[in-house]
T-cell receptor
């Protein structure tokens, strides 16, 4: 069966420090991968998505970047965190099966607090 | 601007009452997802709709996608405290593409 791992679960970082959040998927190959950010009690803002290794689509110009060094690994990074980067970050994947749309599976999220 | 508009943004209902949450787009929805989230936790998949006019039910929750595939509604019958949380609609807005976007969410509170 497929599983998605996202870590860490919580993170407190000082302003100006670097960030690296990792997401890995098991049990599938060639997934679509997504990073979202959620402000407190609100909807999901799509940050990046990837349809293959090294292929990253950026949705919101900001202080963050994403990379996909391996098929089932998606990394969210920042060189210098801002206070406004605080939030709940969610990784997700769905299988790419032609034009069929299937459920997207979410990780448990990382709560990032920039202080 | 928001590609998916959810309404209302928050909703408080008495336990036992029915309620409806709407999700609207100016573009055709090629895959419409409903998720529920308990505060500070991951997302729980509820239903996915693809065809115009499609309707699905799970326990006391029913979701519909209109014929034009631009609007979906989520209806809860006889609400219970366990229904409380944030409801999120997500959709693929480009046929065959993989960009999955979400609405602003609806925070549902159930009063006993």
């Amino acid at each position: 069966s497929q599983t998605i791992h996202q870590w860490p679960a919580t993170l407190v970082q000082p302003v100006g420090s670097p960030l690296s959040l990792e997401c890995t998927v098991e049990g599938t190959s060639n997934p679509n991968l997504y990073w979202y950010r959620q402000a407190a009690g609100r909807g999901l803002q799509l940050l990046f998505y990837s349809v293959g290794i090294g292929q990253i689509s950026s949705e919101v110009p900001q202080n963050l970047s994403a990379s996909r060094p391996q098929d089932r690994q998606f990394i969210l990074s920042s060189k210098k965190l801002l206070l406004s980067d605080s939030g709940f970050y969610l990784c997700a994947w769905n299988p790419r099966i032609g034009l069929m749309n299937t459920e997207a599976f979410f990780g448990q999220g990382t709560r990032l607090t920039v202080v | 601007s928001q590609e998916l508009e959810q309404s209302p943004q928050s909703l408080i209902v008495q336990e036992g009452k029915n309620l409806t949450i709407n999700c609207t787009s100016s573009k055709t929805l090629y895959g419409l997802y409903w998720y529920k989230q308990k505060y500070g936790e991951g997302l729980i998949f509820l239903m996915m709709l693809q065809k115009g006019g499609e309707e699905k039910s799970h326990e006391k929750i029913t979701a519909k996608l209109d014929e034009k595939k631009q609007q979906s509604s989520l209806h809860i019958t006889a609400s219970q405290p366990s229904h409380a949380g944030i409801y999120l609609c997500g959709a693929l807005l480009i046929q065959g593409a993989q960009k999955l976007v979400f609405g602003q969410g609806t925070r549902l509170t159930i009063n006993p």
